[in-house]
T-cell receptor, first 111, second 112 residues
């Protein structure tokens, strides 16, 4: 089983739609969780951290479910500019406490 | 506000040539990383460093070498370039292992 698993997509949604991505992780001891965004042919950029109680940043909401070992990202009122690949990132805890990147979920928002 | 700087941005090599990809960061981060990303694929960790003088292998280290003589710099060397090393290479840094990583804007390398 991969350490971090994501549905690669693509998710094709119309502008204004609400879309959600899930990501599962294998190490129950993981403590740090993030969502990154990567535009085509660009470097990954931090979108938001994920906190135990859930957190929101504008149109973006991140949730953590420790019991089921998954995190989610909800995007409301999708914009064309949200089209990108979203990477789920989890720390390994046992292996130098470093981050592991998921393979990403591709989102395409259409007019 | 430079962050992580990678040079060169693009490079074409012939099979068997060698080169060094440069990476420097100005955030005084202890951890630095090299990733490669093939088209349509995820990031794969090549090497990482937890501080000056300390380096370790990631999941795909074969064909590469690194050094970390200073906190700021983490060069990646390709010896005997092969077509399979055609990829986009990203350098990243973080304060500690579980803090968010900051990425450079990548080096696009083609080996023909």
């Amino acid at each position: 089983r991969k350490e971090v698993e994501q549905d690669p997509g693509p998710f094709n949604v119309p502008e204004g739609a609400t879309v959600a991505f899930n990501c599962t992780y294998s190490n129950s001891a993981s403590q740090s969780f993030f969502w990154y965004r990567q535009d085509c042919r660009k470097e990954p950029k931090l979108l938001m951290s994920v906190y135990s109680s859930g957190n929101e940043d504008g149109r973006f909401t991140a949730q953590l479910n420790r019991a089921s070992q998954y995190i989610s990202l909800l995007i409301r009122d999708s914009k064309l500019s949200d089209s990108a690949t979203y990477l789920c990132v989890v720390n390994r805890h046992n292996a130098g406490n470093m981050l592991t990147f998921g393979g990403g979920t591709r989102l395409m928002v259409k007019p | 506000n430079a962050g992580v700087t990678q040079t060169p941005k693009f490079r074409i090599l012939k099979i068997g040539q060698s080169m060094t990809l440069q990476c420097t960061q100005d955030m005084n981060h202890n951890y630095m990383y090299w990733y490669r990303q093939d088209p349509g694929m995820g990031l794969k960790l090549i090497y990482y460093s937890v501080g000056a003088g300390i380096t370790d292998k990631g999941e795909v280290p074969n064909g590469y070498n690194v050094s970390r003589s200073t906190t700021e710099d983490f060069p990646l060397r390709l010896e005997l370039a092969a077509p399979s090393q055609t990829s986009v290479y990203f350098c990243a840094s973080s304060g500690t292992g579980n803090q968010p990583q900051h990425f450079g804007d990548g080096t696009r390398l083609s080996i023909l």
